[in-house]
């Protein structure tokens, strides 16, 4: 399943646990808003600085987090883009990260 979702766009959260239950993958498109929706309003930006991460690894790594049945695949066209968003597999959020996401 593909829809639009985002840290900042959870309108689909009982989709994914559906997906989850079935073990069917589900993929949002627009991960890091798309350029048309700002995910970030000073939450992300206070647990990136936490983790030393970006903005951008802190929304993929609360995609991540959120489901086992959760693909998320930015796009990039960089190579450093590349690498940062693939380094937001290895950010483990807290439960305090989650608690100021909500």
Do not use: Y
């Not at 639009?4 to 498109?29: Q, T, W």
């Not at 951008?56 to 960089?78: E, V």
């Amino acid at each position: 399943v593909q829809n639009n979702f985002h840290v900042a766009l959870r309108n689909d959260v009982a989709l994914l646990n559906i997906c989850e239950e079935a073990g069917i993958a589900f993929s949002p498109f627009f991960p890091l808003g798309g350029g048309t929706t700002a995910i970030d309003d000073g939450r992300l930006a206070k647990i990136a600085a936490r983790h030393g991460a970006t903005v951008n690894q802190i929304a993929l790594a609360w995609l991540l987090a959120l489901s086992p049945a959760m693909i998320a695949i930015p796009g990039t066209g960089s190579i450093a883009h590349l690498e940062e968003n693939t380094a937001a597999g290895d950010i483990t959020l807290t439960e305090e990260d989650f608690i100021d996401l909500a």
